[in-house]
């Protein structure tokens, strides 16, 4: 029997990514990651993924006592249009406030859960070989890593995404 995707904690609900959420969620990437290659991350968020990828894509708010909505966490993903037998998971983050709570775990459920229902069986994704919280979240969500060399002391590609970009590609299938 599949398991249904993790509630979500008391006060946060989730609904699909819109057009809307483009500038909040390059505000919170520069907030959250607080390092100074955060205008570089928020570059990997251009608005095109808010208006042409927003099926499988997701955002988590919580409501706090005489405040509207406030964003929590996002997760941009979508169908390959090369592979039909597979999702790809773009960019998740979780403001740090909220982490270690299970909704990224629950953002992950909740697709993969859509990505059955239009026949997927596979889920991929790449992180870089320094984001060892990445690489332990993907772990425990059922993801394996694979790459052709070992880098800073992980298996991954060098030059994956440009000169000098090495990156580590995680894979998980669905059942
Ligand atoms: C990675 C990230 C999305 C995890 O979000 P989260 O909501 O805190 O994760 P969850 O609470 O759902 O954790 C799910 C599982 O992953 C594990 N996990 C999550 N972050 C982890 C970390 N930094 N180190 C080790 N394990 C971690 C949890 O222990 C949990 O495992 P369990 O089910 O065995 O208990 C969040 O830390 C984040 O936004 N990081 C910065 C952005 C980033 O690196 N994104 C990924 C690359 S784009």
């Not at 990437?29 to 205008?39: F, I, K, L, R």
């Not at 919580?62 to 998971?89: C, K, M, Q, W």
């Amino acid at each position: 029997m599949m398991n249904s995707p993790p509630a979500l904690p008391a006060g946060f609900t989730s609904r699909p990514l819109r057009e809307s959420d483009h500038l909040p969620v390059i505000a919170a990437v520069g907030e959250w990651w607080g390092t100074p290659q955060a205008p570089e991350l928020g570059l990997l968020l251009p608005r095109l993924f808010f208006q042409h990828f927003t099926v499988l894509s997701e955002v988590v708010e919580v409501t706090n006592e005489g405040s509207g909505p406030h964003l929590a966490a996002f997760l941009i993903a979508f169908h390959s249009a090369t592979h039909p037998d597979r999702v790809y998971i773009h960019f998740v983050g979780v403001d740090p406030q909220w982490r270690g709570r299970g909704i990224a775990a629950g953002l992950y459920e909740r697709l993969f859960s859509a990505a059955r229902g239009i026949g997927c069986t596979r889920v991929d994704a790449i992180t870089s070989p320094a984001n060892r919280g990445s690489q332990a979240f993907h772990e425990a969500l059922g993801f394996t890593t694979h790459g052709d060399q070992q880098i800073e002391g992980v298996t991954a590609y060098a030059d994956y995404d440009g000169p000098g970009h090495a990156r580590v590609a995680l894979m998980r299938t669905l059942d």
